[in-house]
């Protein structure tokens, strides 16, 4: 019996091509699925349609609540320069003034935690979908 040497720089080099397939198709789904699919821009609906063209440019803003400390002749709460002491008093007040904007909750330095939460409340009773609370700074 005699053994032949083969030596290994004369074979031929073979890459397991099974394995670079599985992770190539795996890499595929994977940037499928977590690709997000948006329309183009041109297709997006403008957010104001032409009937509020038209509308005053106040009818678009947002209400603002400012919350503070109680003081002499001054309530707990104040709308557009009108100075509120109860919470039901802002709930008729935010009540007559349109919902569509929001309203914004904004809290001085002095305002107490139940008053912050009250003209919440308040504005919520009112029938607000958008309240937004800003912090004092």
Not at 91 to 115: M, Q, T, Y
Request: glycine share 6%; charged share 20%.
């Amino acid at each position: 019996m005699r053994f032949v040497r083969v030596d290994t720089a004369d074979r031929a080099t073979r890459l397991p091509l099974i394995g670079m397939i599985d992770v190539f198709f795996l890499l595929l789904v994977y940037f499928l699925t977590s690709a997000t699919i948006t329309p183009p821009e041109e297709e997006l609906a403008a957010s104001l349609s032409a009937e509020k063209e038209d509308a005053a440019a106040a009818s678009l803003e947002p209400q603002v609540v400012t919350v503070g400390a109680p003081a002499a002749g001054v309530g707990r709460f104040t709308v557009s320069g009108v100075s509120l002491g109860t919470q039901a008093e802002l709930v008729s007040l935010l009540s007559s003034l349109p919902k569509e904007p929001g309203v914004f909750i904004r809290a001085n330095d002095d305002a107490r935690v139940d008053d912050v939460a009250a003209a919440l409340q308040a504005s919520r009773d009112a029938g607000f979908e958008r309240i937004t609370y800003v912090a004092p700074e």
